[in-house]
């Protein structure tokens, strides 16, 4: 995993996998292995600070497979991103949006790129640019 939005995406198609399987044959699920998928996703979420305690594996049903992956599935939206975008680079910086992309355009700032051609930033960066400015 490189990174939370890859842990997301995991999560997400284990969710869709065992909401899946939740209607699926007693005999289909009984194969598959819930413990590991659950397991392996907690893991990863801890790298995030997400801890969530699964039951006994012998009890693990697919039901309470989508349940923990769910909750693992709200949590990592709560995980705030080392990333801002344009509304949030002008809200920490106190500028608007034109002033931010006049800064971008004189090479004052240098974004990340982001998912569909946007703007990232990162609070380190804003602050570099913060304390040069000041000076």
């Known amino acids: 995993?490189?990174?939370?939005?890859?842990?997301?995406?995991?999560?997400?198609?284990?969710?869709?996998?065992?909401?899946?399987?939740?209607?699926a044959d007693t005999d289909v699920w009984q194969e598959w292995q819930l413990a590991e998928i659950v397991e392996e996703a907690q893991i990863q979420g801890t790298r995030y600070g997400l801890d969530l305690v699964?039951?006994?594996?012998?009890?693990?049903?697919?039901?309470?497979?989508?349940?923990i992956i769910g909750?693992?599935?709200?949590a990592v939206g709560n995980v705030p991103s080392k990333f801002l975008d344009s509304a949030g680079a002008c809200d920490y910086l106190?500028?608007?949006?034109?002033?931010?992309?006049?800064?971008?355009?004189?090479?004052?700032?240098?974004?990340?790129?982001?998912?569909?051609?946007?703007?990232?930033?990162?609070?380190?960066?804003?602050?570099?640019?913060l304390e040069n400015s000041a000076a």
Request: proline share 6%; with cysteine.
């Open 94 to 129: 106190g500028i608007t949006e034109q002033s931010l992309y006049g800064l971008v355009e004189r090479k004052r700032l240098t974004p990340l790129r982001g998912p569909r051609r946007s703007y990232r930033f990162t609070p380190q960066q804003l602050d570099q640019y």
């Open 1 to 23: 995993m490189k990174n939370i939005a890859d842990y997301r995406r995991l999560l997400q198609t284990r969710f869709n996998t065992l909401s899946a399987l939740c209607t």
């Open 71 to 74: 909750k693992l599935l709200a």
């Open 54 to 67: 699964a039951p006994e594996a012998a009890s693990l049903t697919p039901r309470a497979a989508v349940a």
